[in-house]
């Protein structure tokens, strides 16, 4: 999409016009994914003025191209994350809700409950739930061959992408945000009471300003060891009531969309910015899923998308204040963009109002590396 709205009608004006001068707001936000966005739009519920600025169109990144598991409880996510994970899968309904009001479009749990794989020898015992049985697996996942493995279920949901891209940038518009699409972030200078950020198409004049550019942090503001981590990922065919749930096995998860899509992912790859897609590595991809999946189909036209994760050294994200006066950090949210929005936006607008957040972010500062 490409929108440009405000509560400020001046600030369109100024925009549409053309005019010389600078765009005024309270804050600046760099990076329209899903983690920018949501700021942006708890930042407006606060009465604040936002700006939201996207080198590209917003949600075109790895917000659109993820798995969209909230995988509160992965064993592959870094313990540290669990608070943060927890309080954001709690904020999950109210912000559906608010995304839904605004934007008038549906943003479904596409699943309520994910299978974790644990062993294939079933001495290893109960590790995170209940063990899945033989007669949920006839229930829930008819269509998977579990083989000797053994699964444990896990209280988790997941939402498909598209609907976020969908709903997300009209919910911020609507809630009287400005979004600048194709327009990319020069730099950022302290000015008294403020900072002014360079933009390819205006200088946009904040109280503060935010760096969510999630993979290409690390190339804005604020010399962060943000890298992008590619992802490859594809969608195999299968009736809905093969499948009904996440499938996390070693090397591959399973994320049906409730509509004949099963999203399989993903490759793990450090090589830069290349989001190029490679069908050998799809192929791969797709063998393991149908070994699990016998009965789902790989078409020969497969969908298959390829997205670049913001990967931090720890695996942690990066959130709070920037050592630049008035600059902020809500970015590296490498595998869990989507699971943690909620969780970043509240936090994060607790901390430039200076509240305390209800999750601590000294585990998450920028000084830590
Ligand atoms: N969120 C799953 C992945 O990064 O592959």
Known sequence: ????????????????????????????????GIIGLSLGLELRRRGLSVIVIDRQQ????????????????????????????????????????????LSGKKVPL???????????????GCRYGDTVTAAEIAEFAPGLDAGDHIFEWLEEGSL????????????????????LEETEMLGVETVTGGV????????VSAGMFVNCCGAWAGEAEGGLPVVPVKGQMANLRLAPERLRCVVRAPGIYLVPRGDGRVT??????????DETVQEP?????????????????????????????????????????AAKERCWHATGHYRDGILLAPVTAHVMAQAML????????????AARF
């Open 354 to 365: 200076g509240e305390s957040p209800d999750v601590g972010l000294e585990a998450f500062g």
């Open 264 to 273: 399989i992912g993903a490759t793990i790859e450090h090589v830069g910015f």
């Open 1 to 32: 999409m490409s929108v440009l709205a405000s509560t400020d009608s001046d600030i369109a004006e100024d925009y549409n016009c053309g005019m010389n001068g600078s765009i005024k707001t309270d804050v600046a936000i760099a990076g329209g």
């Open 160 to 179: 498909d992408p598209n609907d976020v891209r969908e709903a997300l940038p009209a919910a911020f518009v609507e809630a009287g945000g400005t979004l």
């Open 110 to 124: 596409r699943t309520r409950r994910a299978m974790q794989y644990v062993a294939s020898d079933r001495a290893a």
């Open 281 to 321: 590595s799809i192929r791969k991809m797709a063998a393991a899923a149908l070994s699990l999946l016998p009965e789902a189909e790989a078409p020969p036209q497969m969908d298959m998308w390829a997205g670049l994760r913001p990967g931090t050294p720890d695996g942690l994200p990066i959130l709070g204040a």
């Open 58 to 101: 917003a949600m075109s990144s790895a917000s659109w191209a993820a798995g969209g598991m909230l995988a509160v409880h992965d064993p592959q996510n870094p313990a540290e994350l669990l608070p943060l994970s927890l309080r954001s899968w709690e904020l999950y309904p109210g912000y559906l809700e608010r995304v839904e009001a």
């Open 196 to 203: 002014l950020v360079q933009t390819t198409r205006k200088l």
